[in-house]
């Protein structure tokens, strides 16, 4: 029910909801106010993609995160000590609170496109945003953006599993190794930077047909919502926003 609400949601509507939820994740917030944030995004992650909709996203960047987690600590020595060894303060609170923070940042930005692009129809946003006044151009980068990644992210895993299958189990990684497996990873990313390239001709043609490099006017044969559908839309994301900052107001 949620997911066909947003899915017929104003796009403008929804995107202006979107900028200010991205700001928040940006303003210097104390921990506890992210997390609250933060579990908000997920709840309706949950409640509109289910439980794919929130794994997804993490395992897309967990190695960024397990990477915060790992780098941040150590070099942030304000708080308290939390670890010493032989005299020597190796991690404080200061720095496990910078590390959390930047990952529930990181995963609420993430989250948030995610959830955005799941539940938003690619040629109503272009329509709504160009009948807006925004460029055409502009808006077409934004949205080839939000459809291009996700779908190098499923070619990467598809070359992966091919590159699996033709290794064998006789020629598998052991152990950590990071040299091998940078190794490893080259031949993969060789493959998926060929088929991308292979796709160029393909997305050039698309965007012709699209009627980019034209000085002609644009049309379209999409229907936006009446005037009376649209002001709904935005008043009920004026409230939603209002909701979001009401814990900033002190």
């Not at 104390?30 to 395992?59: E, H, Q």
């Not at 698309?206 to 709904?232: D, F, H, N, P, Q």
């Amino acid at each position: 029910m949620i997911r066909t609400f947003l899915e017929q949601f104003d796009p403008r509507a929804k995107f202006l909801v979107l900028l200010i939820y991205l700001t928040l994740f940006f303003l210097p917030l104390p921990i506890l106010m992210l997390t609250g944030y933060f579990a908000a995004i997920v709840f309706i992650n949950l409640l509109s993609l289910g439980l794919k909709g929130v794994i997804r996203p993490f395992l897309s960047i967990l190695p960024i995160l397990l990477l915060v987690l790992l780098l941040t600590p150590p070099f942030q020595r304000a708080g308290e000590p939390f670890i010493v060894i032989g005299g020597h303060i190796l991690i404080t609170t200061g720095g496990i609170n910078e590390a959390l923070r930047l990952i529930i940042r990181f995963s609420g930005i993430t989250l948030l496109f995610y959830l955005f692009a799941n539940t938003t129809n690619a040629d109503l946003f272009i329509t709504s945003c160009y009948r807006m006044g925004m460029p055409f151009n502009l808006v077409l980068v934004v949205t080839i953006a939000m459809r291009y990644i996700p779908h190098l992210t499923t070619l990467y895993r598809e070359v992966t599993d091919a590159h699996s299958l033709r290794r064998g189990a006789d020629v598998a990684i052991r152990g950590f190794s990071p040299i091998r497996r940078v190794k490893a990873l080259l031949p993969v990313l060789t493959s998926v930077l060929i088929q991308a390239i292979r796709q160029i001709p393909v997305l050039s043609m698309a965007l012709e047909c699209r009627g980019v490099g034209r000085k002609a006017k644009r049309s379209t044969y999409l229907e936006l919502k009446k005037r009376a559908g649209i002001m709904a839309d935005f008043c009920i994301s004026l409230v939603i926003i209002l909701i979001l900052l009401i814990p900033l107001i002190r």
